[in-house]
């Protein structure tokens, strides 16, 4: 399985930024997908995870009403819409995959066997 990242950047505070994960490997629409991130001194977290039907979307409490996860299963690849971002949103955004089909989606690192190379995104004036 192999999951790649983009997206990534430089923005002003307030600004809009979208992450594409492109999927491949294995058949993409069987399995929940996941972002994570990590900060600059900090543990990796999770931002956002959407089931493997898309019908249903997690997000942490510090993106909610911000970031958007939707996924394309034609497309092999998962998205990140981010909006109103923060300087706190600082950081290198993973794109990770599980072991299993079908599965509960998961909230922690733990629940994911797979992950993209990461992306850097700076919130900055």
């Known amino acids: 399985v192999q999951l790649q990242a983009s997206g990534g950047g430089l923005v002003q505070p307030g600004a809009s930024l979208r992450l594409s994960c492109a999927a491949s490997?294995?058949?993409?629409?069987?399995?929940?997908m996941g972002w994570f991130r990590q900060g600059p001194g900090k543990e990796r977290e999770f931002v956002a995870a959407?089931?493997?039907?898309?019908?249903?979307?997690y997000y942490a409490d510090s993106v909610q009403g911000r970031f958007t996860i939707s996924r394309d299963n034609a497309k092999n690849t998962v998205y990140l819409q981010m909006n109103s971002m923060k300087v706190e949103d600082t950081a290198v955004y993973y794109c990770?995959?599980?072991?299993?089909?079908?599965?509960?989606?998961?909230?922690?690192?733990?629940?994911?066997?797979?992950w993209g190379q990461g992306t850097l995104v700076t919130v900055s004036s």
């Open positions: 990770a995959a599980p072991e299993s089909p079908f599965a509960v989606v998961a909230f922690t690192t733990s629940g994911y066997n797979y």
């Open positions: 490997g294995r058949a993409f629409s069987s399995y929940y």
């Open positions: 959407v089931s493997w039907s898309a019908g249903r979307t």
